[in-house]
């Protein structure tokens, strides 16, 4: 779904890879800055939450090669600034809106390949073109929503209550006062644009008497005052797919605003906002976890039971494991269209106690006697150079 505000963003920036970059280059790009950019790796830093949600974004329309095609075409046809809104032409204001060339292409076609009067018939209306404008798209609305980490990671049926425009109960939303019903605008007889000759060519403009709809209402519905929609409050029932991100946007088409005078609703976007877990942290589809463990576990090895965010599992720590080293357990990740994809990855970080019972002092220095010491002789070698230099 193509956002208006992806004309300001430049996603590719953001993520510091070429416009041609492969997927395994922008994936590799994600996940080095998430890392760095994490809340948890940075508390406190509202810099680093606000270009992690940046990084989200980005990532979450560039790995989608569906929208990626469609940021790049309009990006590509938008990029030059000519037909942003109030883009002027012969030094006067053109009767260009940029809702509606977005609204016309998506329906035509417009980088989704699909059938219809696509960029030909886009143009076609602006040029000189008779097609009818109709009543308005009602406009897109944002809320934003906080869920668990368990939540995101699992998917989740939630209710959501908002207050924003709605269809009006009393007129149902032609804005006519019940018993009545709109008119055919006279001007335009039902078209909803006039043309407008310039020069070599003709441009169409929203018809002034109606607005542009098509039709006029004589008699308005005293609830809404003819606009068709009321202010109310709402209660949605949303569902959150599993695996969602934190700064993911969630579309939920036609449950917008209503259009004008009974024109289509626009779109309702969903922000994911995901609180931090006080254990697991997230990279791609796979879940982090770190393990404390002892020096005598490390070295002698050991069974380790660690928590999953269904089931614990039973993990087995080889003899002589080294402080960072990774656990993987399959298929305890993140889930996608009831699919598993990703793993839980268990980091075992070896604690080294700050003060020891005389009991464990005198068995340390018991085995630092019969053990080798560490081979270091690359540093000795090195440090002895450095010394007769």
């Not at 990626?68 to 600034?81: F, I, N, P, T, V």
């Amino acid at each position: 779904m193509v956002s208006r505000d992806w004309l300001d963003k430049d996603f590719y920036k953001v993520l510091g890879v070429p416009k041609d970059a492969p997927q395994s280059d922008i994936k590799k790009a994600y996940r080095q800055l998430a890392r760095e950019l994490h809340p948890d790796h940075n508390p406190g830093n509202a810099d680093s939450e606000e270009r992690f949600k940046e990084v989200s974004e980005a990532h979450a329309v560039l790995s989608d090669e569906k929208q990626r095609k469609e940021y790049d075409e309009m990006r590509s046809l938008m990029g030059a600034g000519a037909f942003r809104r109030g883009a002027r032409m012969g030094g006067g204001q053109t009767p260009f809106d940029f809702d509606d060339l977005m609204a016309q292409a998506r329906g035509g076609g417009f980088a989704g390949g699909g059938a219809g009067g696509g960029l030909g018939d886009l143009f076609g209306s602006f040029f000189g073109g008779n097609r009818r404008r109709g009543p308005g798209k009602g406009r897109d609305v944002e809320t934003s929503v906080e869920l668990d980490f368990g939540d995101a990671v699992a998917g989740i049926t939630l209710p959501l209550k908002l207050r924003s425009p709605g269809v009006c109960d009393t007129c149902h939303g032609n804005g006519a006062k019940p018993g009545t019903s709109p008119k055919t605008c006279p001007s335009c007889n039902g078209a909803g644009v006039r043309t407008v000759n310039q020069g070599a060519f003709s441009l169409s403009e929203p018809c002034r008497d109606c607005d542009g709809v098509g039709t006029i209402v004589t008699d308005k519905c005293p609830e809404c005052r003819g606009s068709g929609g009321v202010t109310k409050t709402r209660t949605l029932t949303v569902r959150i797919p599993a695996g969602v991100r934190d700064g993911q946007k969630i579309r939920l088409a036609g449950r917008g605003e209503p259009g004008e005078r009974g024109g289509p609703s626009g779109d309702l976007y969903v922000l994911i906002r995901v609180r931090a877990h006080e254990l697991f942290t997230r990279d791609g589809d796979d879940i982090l976890l770190s393990v404390p463990i002892s020096l005598s576990e490390a070295a002698l090895g050991t069974t380790l039971r660690v928590p999953t965010l269904d089931e614990p599992v039973t993990l087995r720590v080889p003899p002589g494991t080294p402080s960072g080293r990774i656990l993987r357990v399959r298929g305890r990740g993140v889930s996608r269209n009831g699919k598993t994809s990703g793993d839980l990855l268990v980091t075992v970080d070896i604690d080294v106690p700050d003060k020891l019972s005389d009991a464990a002092r005198t068995a340390l220095e018991d085995y630092a006697k019969s053990a080798p010491a560490a081979p270091r002789g690359k540093i000795e070698r090195a440090v002895a150079a450095s010394e007769t230099s």
